[in-house]
């Protein structure tokens, strides 16, 4: 029983970051691609932009709610603990997501009328800001949670600080990105031009966040500074900011060469390495820095318990969410619909 009570949440700690990893894959470009509404003013090529992932946006809040679950079932004190730190920006959250859904439903319906416009503002905005709370909320957990008695002790406005700002646009950047390099994979012509110019210049942006939030997080707090620069996480460590480089040199030249799945495959290596680093940094915290994964998670039966439903479901969602994307593949043109 000691054996499972040490392994099982470090189990389910793999089990959600590959839920979040999945979600910022799939949701990532579909907010990116509201975002980048703002950029590309033509009604034609907005429908075109949407069509790329109509067949399948609904699908990647999945992953989220997995995430939800798992913190909820398995994590019950960092659920307990994080909810109240980060109520408001979760709330805003889920009310942009909701409100950006419904927007992306009505622009349809209301197609050549003055009320298409207001809901392509609204599905621009709402993607805008989900973004922006997602990656604020990171950098708040990052930052660091205040905890008396395994009780969240501090304001509901702690997560606003310099440190999660940053955050938040860099996530908003980032996203951008692999909506204009998953454009760049699924559109062509004008578009897919427009696609290419704007993917290195946001590659530009989230590369210099991510040299500022990579700087920044060692000093957020003293366990992260030793975990970085002892040994032998330092032999983990040292390679990170080498791949980003590479990853960015190939994501050029991709660009430059017409190269389509290339760029989207180099957006989410930086994503990869963002979230790697972040894990390292974090690990074996659930609510840094002061809870750990053993200290906030359920007993090993409950975590069992739910280790089965879960080993049944998650192969039936990664095979569904697999052959949707599958059949749904190829390029987008502006002959092809949503209704």
């Not at 359920?298 to 318990?305: D, I």
């Amino acid at each position: 029983m000691t054996d499972l009570a040490y392994w099982l949440p470090v189990v389910w700690a793999v089990i959600l970051i590959a839920a979040i990893s999945i979600y910022v894959v799939l949701d990532g470009f579909d907010l990116g691609i509201g975002m980048l509404f703002a950029l590309e003013r033509d009604a034609t090529k907005r429908d075109v932009m949407v069509h790329t992932i109509a067949p399948v946006w609904d699908g990647n809040e999945t992953w989220m709610v997995l995430g939800g679950a798992v913190l909820y079932g398995v994590f019950p004190g960092a659920y307990a603990t994080l909810l109240p730190a980060f109520y408001l920006p979760i709330v805003l959250m889920l009310l942009a997501l909701i409100f950006r859904g419904v927007a992306f439903e009505f622009r349809v319906m209301t197609r050549g009328t003055v009320r298409e416009k207001r809901w392509t503002a609204g599905f621009m905005v709402g993607s805008a800001v989900a973004a922006f709370c997602q990656g604020a909320i990171l950098g708040g957990v990052v930052q660091g949670v205040k905890v008396v008695d395994g009780v969240f002790a501090g304001s509901a406005f702690d997560w606003l600080n310099p440190f999660s700002l940053v955050c938040g646009l860099a996530v908003m950047c980032g996203y951008a990105l692999l909506g204009a390099t998953w454009l760049v994979w699924r559109t062509t012509g004008p578009l897919e031009a427009s696609c290419r110019k704007w993917a290195w210049q946001l590659a530009i942006g989230l590369f210099c966040f991510i040299v500022i939030v990579s700087v920044w997080t060692p000093f957020l707090q003293a366990p992260y500074l030793r975990r970085w620069l002892s040994w032998p996480n330092f032999v983990f460590v040292a390679p990170v900011p080498v791949l980003v480089l590479v990853l960015g040199w190939f994501m050029r030249k991709g660009l430059q060469q017409g190269h389509t799945k290339g760029p989207f495959l180099c957006a989410l290596g930086w994503f990869m390495l963002c979230l790697s680093g972040f894990g390292i940094s974090l690990w074996p915290y659930a609510v840094p820095p002061s809870l750990t994964v053993w200290a906030v998670s359920s007993p090993p039966s409950s975590q069992l318990f739910q280790l089965v439903g879960t080993a049944i479901l998650l192969p039936i969602i990664l095979a569904y969410t697999i052959y949707s994307y599958h059949v749904f593949r190829g390029k987008v043109t502006e002959t092809d619909g949503y209704h």
